[in-house]
T-cell receptor
Framework: QKEVEQDPGPLSVPEGAIVSLNCTYS??????FMWYRQYSRKGPELLMYTYSSGNKEDGRFTAQVDKSSKYISLFIRDSQPSDSATYLCASFNAGNMLTFGGGTRLMVKP | DAGVTQSPTHLIKTRGQQVTLRCSPKSGHDTVSWYQQALGQGPQFIFQYYEEEERQRGNFPDRFSGHQFPNYSSELNVNALLLGDSALYLC?????????????FGPGTRLTVL
């Protein structure tokens, strides 16, 4: 079993829709949870991170962590075609080592 | 600020050959991590360098080795290449050794092994 699991998609939504991206993890020692966005043929770009359980909002993006169920979510409001990318959830393992999920490909259609 | 830079952008090698990939960290960053991202997969941690020493290592064979130079730049070497080594190799840099060090990724080097 992978430590961080994601549905690979693709997830296709119309422009303006609310998008929900989700991950589950198995390692109870994880404390920090990150969301990265990766455009085709580019390196991952950090969107936001959260510590422990709770919500964090940044513009159209909201990250949510539920440690009791080991569930990580990213919500995108008013989705735009420019949001089309692969979204990777990740968590810190020992030190600065990131453990990534497999990524979910999102397509926002105009 | 140039951010994290990697070279070359693309590389084609044949099985059994050796390859060296290079990374220059973001200004002010002294820690460099390397990741392998196979097509359609998330990145997998290879190893991390700090103060010119390997600090952590993921589940990769000894064919994968690295080096960090005094200016914090880094190299990833892969010996005896296998077809399965074809992937995007990402370098990430981060500042310091404590706290929630966020890692900034370079654009990657795409390695194709024929």
């Amino acid at each position: 079993q992978k430590e961080v699991e994601q549905d690979p998609g693709p997830l296709s939504v119309p422009e303006g829709a609310i998008v929900s991206l989700n991950c589950t993890y198995s390692n109870s020692a994880f404390q920090y949870f990150m969301w990265y966005r990766q455009y085709s043929r580019k390196g991952p770009e950090l969107l936001m991170y959260t510590y422990s359980s709770g919500n964090k909002e940044d513009g159209r993006f909201t990250a949510q962590v539920d440690k009791s169920s080991k569930y990580i979510s990213l919500f995108i409001r008013d989705s735009q075609p420019s949001d089309s990318a692969t979204y990777l959830c990740a968590s810190f393992n020992a030190g600065n080592m990131l453990t990534f999920g497999g990524g979910t490909r999102l397509m926002v259609k105009p | 600020d140039a951010g994290v830079t990697q070279s070359p952008t693309h590389l084609i090698k044949t099985r059994g050959q050796q390859v060296t990939l290079r990374c220059s960290p973001k200004s002010g960053h002294d820690t460099v991590s390397w990741y392998q991202q196979a097509l359609g997969q998330g990145p997998q941690f290879i190893f991390q360098y700090y103060e010119e020493e390997e600090r952590q290592r993921g589940n990769f064979p000894d064919r994968f080795s690295g080096h960090q130079f005094p200016n914090y730049s880094s190299e990833l070497n892969v010996n005896a290449l296998l077809l399965g080594d074809s992937a995007l190799y990402l370098c990430a840099s981060s500042p310091g050794t404590s706290g929630i060090d966020t890692q900034y990724f370079g654009p990657g080097t795409r390695l194709t092994v024929l």
